[in-house]
């Protein structure tokens, strides 16, 4: 639904984003991660069609984005971080103005439109200014939008930017309803426990090129090496963690708690058991250190592509 070979947008003399290739099937919902300034946004101008690439192509839905934009533009709904609404519409207005761009009755607008504000808590506020909405209401607006000619490729920028956590919630709650759907979204955000928690896939772009993709499990693989485990034993170690060296690689310790990694954790765990057991130790628990995205972010990040 969404592929690009070595894409790239040059500002003059600032390369903004450079051989970005990515391949994103129907019903996937890939995050794209970065710093501010790393491209994110000139990457989802691009798919799009509101920019054209400087190099490499790209195609949406079956569409490139430079010769086939008008229908690209069809295909797609966008919400940019600044949804750019008309302050002195109502909220109905301003949808009923897109719903005749995209060939909707003024009737048909309006009943998705009401249907759109009631999930989103919204309901009562529809024939007031946007002007007199908050940034949370605005953006949840600008979503409505996106969402109203039913698309196929969803491009969101930053969704649940200054929302209160019950509004994410529900943006978060409706992105999930389409991704089950069978749609196609990129996710650009800075909120790393969103992205974790919606994506299929996640691609880390930096300096304008992707240094890391993958689904989440095989970027701590790749990034993070080994699973770090833990135990925790019913004494202080009092130094008898030496024992251990012949089968583990002890990380951290601290009184009764042993950070460790191991290259084959099934056939070493029970062994490590039996040791502590010999010791006089008994276990209390046992279990695999949670890796979490952020730690792949940060080690990308602040490591990768220097």
Not at 24 to 32: S, T
Not at 193 to 199: G, P, S, Y
Request: aromatic share 6%; charged share 25%; with cysteine.
């Amino acid at each position: 639904m969404i592929e690009t070979e070595n894409l790239g947008k040059m500002f003059e003399s600032f390369t903004a984003v450079c051989d970005l290739s990515l391949n994103v099937p129907a019903g996937q919902l890939l995050a794209l991660l970065g710093p501010n300034g790393a491209g994110k946004t000139t990457t989802v101008r691009m798919l799009g069609a509101i920019l054209k690439p400087t190099t490499g192509r790209a195609r949406v839905n079956g569409y490139d984005v430079v010769t086939q934009a008008d229908q690209v533009r069809r295909t797609i709904g966008m919400l940019t971080e600044q949804p750019g609404l008309y302050a002195r519409m109502s909220g109905l207005e301003y949808l009923a103005f897109y719903g005749r761009l995209y060939g909707f009755s003024d009737q048909e607008t309006r009943t998705k439109s009401k249907d759109m504000f009631e999930r989103f808590y919204m309901a009562g506020a529809e024939e007031r200014r946007l002007g007199t909405y908050s940034k949370g209401m605005r953006q949840k607006v600008g979503l409505i939008r996106a969402m109203l000619h039913n698309p196929a490729v969803l491009l969101l920028d930053e969704p649940t930017s200054a929302m209160d956590p019950h509004s994410a919630k529900l943006v978060r709650d409706a992105i999930l309803a389409l991704r089950n759907d069978r749609r196609t979204i990129i996710l650009c955000t800075h909120n790393l426990a969103e992205a974790e928690l919606l994506a299929d896939k996640i691609a880390i772009i930096k300096q304008g090129q992707i240094v890391a993709q993958g689904t989440l499990t095989e970027l701590k693989q790749q990034l993070l090496g080994q699973p770090q485990l833990e135990v925790r034993v019913d004494k202080p170690l009092n130094g008898q963690v030496k024992e251990l060296d012949h089968l583990v690689t002890v990380e951290w310790v601290h009184d009764d708690t042993i950070r460790y990694r191991a290259e084959n954790p099934d056939l070493t765990n029970p062994q490590l058991v039996r040791c502590l057991h010999d010791l006089g130790l008994g276990i209390i628990s046992l279990q695999q250190v949670s890796q979490s995205l952020e730690q792949v972010y940060l080690r990308v990040i602040e490591e990768i592509g220097d």
